[in-house]
């Protein structure tokens, strides 16, 4: 079976500083990635998604992932975090052998900024 | 504005009062699913729906009910809600089912209390 696995629940970041979220996963085929972002009382937002047309992604707000196949990883970055960047995020893999179309979902990793 | 719409946002509840969760989009979507969030866990599938009159289990679909009478519609129904069904719940909607790299839009969720 997918799973996906985020190391830290939360992580805690300086303004400024880099971003770096983790995700492993696993797969026994190619997987479709995903990373979401969910802001305080709102609903979950695309940031990006890696669908094997390049291994490194780049999504809104100036995130960005890389996929590394040998690592089964797909870990989210940002160069500078700013106070905006403090939410709730989630990596997801699509699962594709019954092609129910459900998007398998991290613990969550939640973002702090430091001012 | 192309939008999945959950009603209401928050719920307060008794135990074995039936109620309903709305949900709607406006993007002629097929596949249409609930998620709850409960934290530590990230989200799990509880239904999902393929096409209108097509739904199914998803992973934690004990004490729901689900309907899919109308394309843009997807009601979630707790018969009997019980305190293990507080959550945050989330409806979903993409465009196709079983497209693997087919974003998901997502409610903004409702947060759920059974006393």
């Known amino acids: 079976a997918q799973s996906v696995t985020q190391l830290g629940s939360h992580v805690s970041v300086s303004e400024g500083a880099l971003v770096l979220l983790r995700c492993n996963y696993s797969?026994?085929?190619?997987?479709?990635l995903f990373w979401y972002v969910q802001y305080p009382n709102q609903g979950l937002q695309l940031l990006l998604k890696?669908?094997?047309?390049?291994?490194l992604v780049k999504g809104i707000n100036g995130f960005e992932a890389e996929f590394k196949k040998s690592e089964t990883s797909f870990h989210l970055t940002k160069p500078s975090a700013h106070m905006s960047d403090a939410a709730e995020y989630f990596c997801?893999?699509?699962?594709?052998?019954?092609?129910?179309?459900?998007?398998?979902f991290g613990q969550g990793t939640t973002l702090q900024v430091k001012p | 504005e192309a939008q999945v719409t959950q009603n209401p946002r928050y719920l307060i509840t008794v135990t074995g009062k039936k109620l309903t969760v709305t949900c709607s989009q406006n993007?002629?979507?097929?596949?249409m699913s609930w998620y709850r969030q409960d934290p530590g866990l990230g989200l799990r599938q509880i239904y999902y729906?393929?096409?209108?009159?097509?739904?199914d289990k998803g992973d934690v679909p004990e004490g729901y009910k689900v309907s899919r009478k109308e394309k843009r519609n997807f009601p979630l129904i707790l018969e009997s809600p019980s305190p293990n069904q507080t959550s945050l719940y989330f409806c979903?909607?993409?465009?196709?089912?079983?497209?693997?790299?087919?974003?998901?839009?997502f409610g903004q969720g409702t947060r759920l209390t059974v006393v």
């Open positions: 729906s393929m096409n209108v009159e097509v739904t």
């Open positions: 797969s026994s085929v190619p997987p479709y």
């Open positions: 993007m002629n979507h097929e596949y």
């Open positions: 979903a909607s993409s465009l196709f089912g079983g497209q693997l790299n087919t974003e998901a839009f």
């Open positions: 890696y669908t094997s047309a390049a291994t």
């Open positions: 997801a893999v699509s699962e594709p052998p019954s092609n129910t179309g459900k998007l398998i």
